[in-house]
């Protein structure tokens, strides 16, 4: 039996197991906050039977939030993990390399420039490119690319995006613009709106399903680049394209949410934990796990100092900073048995 034929049990195994737990999660979210509301009413507003202000609460509100935290939780998950497998670098992810924060530029510049939605997106989307194309650039030596270059060439990324996007809001004079801004930066989903979903959604949906056809090859290139080419493997195209799709996940989940921290290198290595490191179970378990992820931190957001809501990446930052220890810790202590 293939190798393909092995991996689909697994696939689909992970695959109804993380929608089981992503809608548990998301029902759960639903009747959390500063009104509570029951299930019953939930399910009515979820299927348009309802018609209390409960049902208004439940169906313009909370249901978009929802479905936008599945939306950057996924993305942000599946952005990591390909990215970790692509530079053989457990550190790597959309807010390390810096690709989050040129986002965040991106989308403040669009802003800046009066672009809408589409467009936006569009300047976010290039500028994580550039950001991502600068840092591979920077960090590449004769021996490849080191763990401790492309961390340090993505923390000056960081920083030069980030002074980029304070000299973009200093400039700015209109008020209502400056507030979007704002809310932006801060990170989280309260400007979540069916508007953007019907946006984002679908195409973080699409971005997501292609890197699942990616499975094989992020195998072959995790072992090295030498010995994926050695099997068959087109590596500077499947590069291209795993990079690509990356930069546009962390767009996409950056326009709707903001600088969302560290979902993106903490959830693959706890997906990996769990599955193991067979990229077909790994990235379906890696978008759910990060939906799941961003769900449950965005209902704490707004229910732990109710009636006012902290920013989302506050809350991913201070779980995601001791992970990032553990990371680190754990790849000194493989250096230092090596």
Do not use: Y
Not at 112 to 132: K, Y
Not at 184 to 205: C, E, F, K, M, S
């Amino acid at each position: 039996m293939s190798p393909a034929a092995l991996g689909r049990p697994r696939f689909s195994a992970v695959v109804t197991g993380g929608v089981v737990v992503t809608v548990l999660a998301a029902f759960a979210s639903l009747t959390v906050g500063v009104v509570h509301v029951p299930l019953a009413d939930v399910f009515a507003a979820v299927t348009h039977a309802g018609t209390s202000m409960n049902d208004t609460l439940v169906s313009q509100m909370r249901l978009p939030r929802a479905l936008g935290a599945i939306a950057v939780g996924s993305a942000m998950g599946t952005a990591g993990c390909m990215l970790q497998a692509l530079l053989r670098n457990p550190l790597a992810s959309p807010t390390v390399i810096g690709t989050s924060q040129a986002a965040a530029f991106g989308k403040v510049f669009g802003i800046f420039l009066g672009l809408e939605r589409v467009g936006a997106i569009s300047t976010a989307f290039a500028m994580t490119c550039v950001s991502a194309v600068l840092v591979l650039w920077l960090a590449r030596t004769r021996a490849g690319l080191p763990s401790l270059s492309v961390v340090l060439m993505g923390i000056n990324m960081s920083l030069f995006f980030g002074a980029m996007t304070g000299l973009t809001v200093f400039l700015h004079r209109d008020e209502n613009q400056l507030g979007k801004m704002a809310l932006l930066l801060a990170g989280g989903l309260w400007q979540t709106d069916w508007r953007q979903v019907a946006v984002i959604g679908p195409v973080t949906a699409v971005a997501v399903a292609a890197a699942m056809l990616l499975a094989r090859p992020l195998d072959l290139l995790a072992l090295g680049e030498t010995d994926a080419k050695r099997l068959g493997v087109n590596t500077a195209r499947t590069g291209t394209i795993v990079l690509l799709l990356s930069c546009l996940l962390t767009a996409l989940a950056v326009c709707l949410a903001g600088v969302v921290a560290f979902v993106g290198l903490v959830v693959p290595h706890a997906a990996r934990r769990i599955v193991g490191q067979s990229h077909a179970a790994l990235l379906p378990a890696c978008a759910f796990l990060g939906a799941v992820v961003v769900i449950l931190t965005d209902t704490l957001a707004r229910t732990v100092v109710p009636p006012n809501e902290l920013p989302l990446g506050v809350i991913t930052s201070l779980f995601g900073v001791p992970c990032f220890v553990l990371v680190v810790r754990s790849m000194q202590s493989k250096a230092g048995e090596a």
